[in-house]
Structure formats: C-alpha cells, structure tokens
C-alpha cells in the first residue's frame, strides 16, 4: 500500500484564478466605499472608470460592482474551481493575514527604533489607505517586482541560479524602496520623513517575501489587514 503524503503545515499557493477569488471581498468592499470619500487610492486605476459606465449614478455604480463579482464568481464555477471559494479557504488566508500583519508591524517597528527614528502619529496614519491592499500590491508586487524580475533575469541570461536569485534579491530591495518613496509624491503625497520612509521600506520587503512564498491572496489580505490595522488603532 503506498504510503499516503503527510499534509503541509500551510496550504500550498494559489494558482492566479484562485487568488482572485480569495481577494473578491476586498476589491468589492473597497468599490462599494470608495464611492462616498472624497478620494480614492493613487494605484486604483477601475472606480473612476465604473463612475463613468454607471454615468455618476450611485445604484448603478453598485449594481456594476456586484456585476463583476457575479461575473468572475460565473467564471470561477465554469472552470470548476468551485473549490476556490469555500469559506475555509477565506478564513485561512485572513489568519494568514493576521499573522503576517503582527510580524510585520514588529519587525517595521524594530528597524526603525534600531535606527533611533522616530516614527509619529501623521507618518502611521498614512502608511495604508484603503483599497492599499488590493491595487498596490497588483502595482508593486505583481507588476514591479514580479513582472520586473522576470524582464531583468531574461536580459541577464545566460546566468546561473545563484546569481539568478542575487538578481531577484537586489531588485526585490529596489522595488520596496520605490514602493515606499511613492507615498511621499503626487497630490496625496506625504512630506518625506526618514522614519516613515524606512518603516514602508521594511513593510514592502515583508509584502515581498509574502508574495513570493505564499502568493498574491495572503499579501493583499496582510496589506488590507493590516491597513485596518493602522487607521483602527
């Protein structure tokens, strides 16, 4: 009789259809309030355009957000990935979350005290607004960090593994550097503080390690958690 596999101590990562799954209260619950504040997060490139379709009418714009969560929930099904959106599945991802939050936090809050900065109420208030957790980690992680370190490896190539993964290392850093550093431009911009900097620094390096090892659902739900986090606390 062959032995049967012993179960991982974690799930193992989403597929990319899965992780959209697991992400679908935050991307529903952000249109469905964004839509009242007189802002909207820098990275989020959708509400104004569903503002548009629905021609400034708040019911229609709610009727096009439930929409494209029917929708992808009808695709979820068609592909039989029914499997994806069962409810121990959300509350694993959001213990995840949790977790991951906690660590982060510490660890933030440990560089920066080990560097005797200082890190004030104005400066914590801004590290997350809301809809932070979905559309930057699509921004930075996915896009910056995971389609930039693809470009980068295939434009290095020939290259062994090791220097492979110094590569990915070395840009890794650079994208939670620039992560951090597009907090302080634009019309919603903050004044640059070191303290904050750094702190957004260390929180993208987490966020990067989370994205690489565990996928896209666990980031965007310690991003969004942890946002929670900040604004609640």
Do not use: Q
Request: glycine share 10%.
């Amino acid at each position: 009789m062959a032995e049967s596999k012993p179960e991982a101590a974690l799930p193992e990562g989403s597929d990319p259809w899965s992780d959209l799954a697991l992400t679908l209260p935050i991307f529903i619950g952000y249109h469905l309030g964004v839509v009242f504040l007189p802002m909207r997060n820098a990275a989020d490139v959708v509400t104004r355009e569903l503002v548009a379709l629905a021609n400034n009418d708040l019911l229609k714009y709610g009727g096009l957000t439930l929409l494209l969560g029917a929708a992808f929930v009808g695709v979820l099904a068609v592909l039989g990935r029914g499997h994806t959106l069962k409810l121990e599945r959300f509350v694993w991802v959001l213990a995840e979350g949790v977790a991951y939050a906690v660590v982060m936090r510490l660890i933030a809050g440990y560089v920066v005290g080990r560097m005797k900065l200082s890190l004030g109420e104005s400066a914590s208030g801004f590290v997350m607004s809301l809809g932070a957790g979905f559309y930057e980690e699509i921004a930075f992680r996915v896009v910056l960090f995971g389609l930039g370190a693809k470009v980068l490896r295939l434009f290095a190539e020939p290259i062994s593994s090791g220097k492979a993964t110094l590569l990915t290392i070395g840009w890794a850093v650079i994208a939670a550097a620039v992560f951090s550093g597009w907090h302080h431009v634009g019309e919603f911009g903050e004044p640059f503080e070191l303290s904050a900097f750094v702190f957004r620094w260390v929180c993208g390096l987490v966020f990067t390690a989370i994205y690489v090892f565990r996928g896209f659902a666990p980031v965007v739900w310690t991003h969004a958690l942890y946002d929670i986090w900040v604004l609640a606390f």
